[in-house]
């Protein structure tokens, strides 16, 4: 029993352990070169977006796109507590991006939309702090969802 039982745990490792599974670098993937970015919308956000789509690029790459990013950011009231008082905020993220491929003259266009909240503190400035921290997080999610789906379209034109 003891025999079936080290002869089972080295043949799981056995197989487990040469599986061909490679970490992928982000940096590899990002193969093309912004000439342009014209922007609209939410200038902090799109700010943040934009030097984060500079930083990924890679200046030396044969596709040389131009973006087009139109950002907005609502915030609505999502809870109010038995006294009328809001407890809650939710804000939405919605960024229209149009990507222009200026050798082949491709256009292609794709929104990405990101909600979160964030709850009222007692006071005004933690509030402001738990704010500025909830866009952070959903404009590093947005701008992601950008280089990934820039890359997905430009690998299959």
């Known amino acids: 029993m003891k025999k079936k039982l080290l002869f089972l745990v080295f043949l799981t490792f056995l197989l487990t352990n040469n599986c061909g599974f490679k970490i992928v670098n982000k940096s590899e993937i990002y ?4 000439n342009e970015i014209i922007t609209s919308g939410d200038n902090r956000i799109n700010f943040k ?3 984060s789509l500079i930083f990924n690029s890679k200046k030396s790459e044969k596709k040389l796109v131009d973006i087009y990013l139109e950002t907005k950011k609502s915030k609505e009231v999502k809870e109010k507590n038995i006294n009328n ?3 809650k905020y939710q804000i939405t993220i919605t960024s229209t991006v149009k990507v222009k491929e200026l050798i ?4 292609f266009t794709f ?3 990101k909600t979160g909240d964030y709850s009222v503190a ?5 509030t402001l702090t ?3 921290k909830l866009i952070d997080v959903l404009t590093d999610d947005v701008t992601n969802n950008i280089l990934d789906k820039i890359v997905l379209k430009l690998d299959d034109l």
């Open 31 to 34: 193969n093309f070169d912004i």
């Open 49 to 51: 977006i934009k030097n």
């Open 85 to 87: 008082e809001i407890t």
């Open 104 to 107: 082949n003259e491709k256009v």
């Open 111 to 113: 929104t990405i939309a």
């Open 122 to 126: 007692s006071q005004y400035s933690q």
């Open 130 to 132: 738990n704010e500025k």
